[in-house]
């Protein structure tokens, strides 16, 4: 039985009952203020720069727990009110990667894809799913095509490419069993050995449910409810991760094989910015060691304030100024990919007011920013770029250590949702999102990549285009 802190419980429930601060924007990041657009001398030379860079290890970090039932929501409906979205399935259902004639006999399309008689979807995690089928007659899962895509871009010296892969407890027999169909035949296609380690959160992360007014929502056996507190839980897993530079994506961001080049290319780009960030914060890092002084710390701060959009307040006493501008240094590392926003959904990038005076950039989301207050109102709308959760960590110190991701993350950056549990209303406490404030404490960057590499798979209809359809135009 799972242990827990009543302090942290109470904790908890003092923050159903106070809330979470709203995020202090002052301004939306753009490209004449904290995106980089790279024009293709930067491109070629962050793609040079991560090919020639030293390195203590690579690893693809991909977020696959949960079951893929929103991928389904509208197929469900169908199944109770015949919808668009059924419709759809039925009518174009040979073009899906997982149409075989032996289980979709052209009647019940929507019970034979998500009932336990037929592929049983509807229970099952994206990353297992058949995503893709190729000319040749090959198909596959989410989870192999990033197997082919870590090959490609997170190749270690000595030939093996690590994976992390966050999973769901009940789902790991599904995944080992998918896996242990494709390493051996990718190792030998592509000249690698993987190495892929599963994980789960942890339930100690879990978060205890409240009522509409703010008390313990309690079951049905008079024990309180807790339930996962999303992705923000995942810093532990990262932190569990030994390499220095990772790179995250979600499970359901991949595209057929064609797309590849253009993927892999800007991943390079995103890790050969990440590295020369790092590498100049390191040369800094040794020089405020050794001869720290007035010229230094202007140079600093004029770094901070061009790559990293960190104003920082003023300092009368030399001393003080040294040991703030050490700290904001001496960081993990992130760089974001940014896509052009054309209405797809997902948290956007500001530049945000820490409470110690300074600015940063910050990937919010809505729920983070104050509805009754026009100018962030005016700043979400004039947002030029979107986050697709496409990121480069760096998570090692100047002396080789690695950092230990929890002490950076900021607890009030957490946000509240309206749940249910059997058909009654409750609260769920969200805890720091993994690429929110998990790393709210975190040197970050932002740069431009081409909508090319965001293909995710929110909804199953989502397979029908170019980028995951071979007979898509």
Known sequence: MIQRDPKTIEAQLERFRTGFPWMDIVAP?????????????????????????????????????????????????????????LETLEARIKEFAFYTPEVFDGKNIGEQLLGPEGLGYGAKPKGVLKFHRYPDGEVRTALAEHLVEGQEYMRNADGTVNLHITISPEHRPLFEAALAEIQPLYERRYGVRYRIEFSCQDPQTDTVAATPDGKPFLKDDGEPLFRPAGHGALIYNLNAVDAELVSIKNIDNVALERYLPVTARYKKVLMGCALQLRDRIFDYLDALEEAPDEALCAEIEAFLAQELCIEVPAFEDLGERIDFLWGKLNRPIRVCGMVRNAGDPGGGPFVIREKDGSTSLQILESVQVNPDDPAALAAMKSATHFNPVDLVCCLRDYRGNKFDLPAYVDPDTGFISSKSYQGRELKALELPGLWNGSMSDWNTQFVEVPAETFNPVKVVLDLLKPAHNPLAK
């Open 29 to 85: 990041a753009t490209p004449q203020r904290g995106i980089r657009v790279l024009d293709a001398a930067a491109l070629a030379y962050a793609t040079e720069y991560a090919d020639r860079a030293q390195v203590a290890g690579k690893c693809k970090f991909v977020p696959a727990s949960g079951a893929a039932s929103r991928m389904f929501k509208d197929i469900f409906a169908g199944l109770e009110q015949r919808n668009a979205a």
